[in-house]
């Protein structure tokens, strides 16, 4: 199986403008995203996808590799199927595409191991991952997606909400009572699945809770989702970037 590691790099961002060359004790953003996916043992290539010149020349300057890509794209996996489309006119064909979220710079390379395992199931579309959720206040948290998963670690559905209700229970005692799972933004799809979910237009659940992920459960598309015991760590805004510069730096210096 043929993996190709690709990391959507946008400079635009309403909360965060430049997000992907935000310094962390040294290093950018986006090259400790890509530093860390290529540590991964079974991923053949990293490729950097980019609709800015400015991100092109910095991924280039620590000789990683980059591909311009269109700045219509209103998702990572649009822009994820143009370098696919773009390789293969190269004559390079993956089997695996794993959508490695530019905002995450402590990924894992177990957290790629876990999603490829996934792909044993000949039945796997789309492969994610979920953590468990130990804090209340994250329950009620509309920012940290939540995912319900059958007995074949299918993914029944996300949502904003706590999900599932817990009838008859104070929403404090709700951890105590069921697991909840948080969703990571990390996906894996198989090359021929990219092509289709990347041109497939918004259904009334993503239009609902803006996820969507939730277009490809409308379409039929088998989501399965393996639980990680490492957690992710997003940035979103400058304050995420500040946190985590005290954590990386003081672990540098220990």
């Known amino acids: 199986m043929k993996v190709i590691g690709i990391i959507p ?9 430049g997000k992907p060359l935000a310094d962390i004790c040294g290093k950018s953003m986006v090259q400790r995203v890509y530093e860390q996916a290529s540590s991964a043992a079974d991923v053949e290539r990293v490729v950097v996808a980019t609709d800015d010149e400015r991100i092109v020349r910095h991924v280039e300057s620590f000789s990683g590799n980059v591909v311009l890509t269109d ?3 209103t998702n990572g996996t649009s822009r994820c199927r143009e370098v696919v489309e773009k390789l293969e006119k190269q004559g390079q064909f993956f089997d695996v595409v794993v959508n490695v979220q ?39 948290n509309p920012n940290m997606v939540k995912v319900v ?11 904003r ?22 969703h990571l933004g990390i996906y894996a799809y198989r090359t021929n699945v990219l092509k289709k979910i990347a041109i497939l237009p ?4 993503e239009l609902s809770e803006k996820l969507e992920q939730l277009r490809w459960l ?9 639980i ?18 005290n954590k990386i730096c003081n672990e540098a210096q220990q």
């Open 9 to 17: 790099a946008r400079y635009a961002s309403s909360r965060f403008p």
């Open 71 to 73: 700045s219509s794209h």
């Open 102 to 140: 530019g905002d995450e710079p402590l990924i894992q390379p177990e957290h790629i191991r876990q999603l490829l395992a996934l792909f044993q199931d000949e039945t796997t579309d789309i492969a994610t991952l979920a953590h468990p959720i130990t804090l209340p206040e994250d329950l009620i």
């Open 149 to 159: 998963i059958g007995r074949q670690k299918q993914a029944l559905y996300f949502s």
């Open 161 to 182: 909400q706590a999900v599932p209700f817990v009838r008859g229970e104070k929403p404090e005692n709700w951890l105590k009572k069921i697991s909840f799972l948080k």
């Open 202 to 205: 918004p259904g009334k659940l």
């Open 218 to 226: 409308e379409n039929g598309f088998v989501i399965k989702v393996e």
């Open 228 to 245: 990680t015991d490492y957690d992710g760590v997003g940035i979103d805004t400058p304050e995420d970037i500040a946190k985590l510069i």
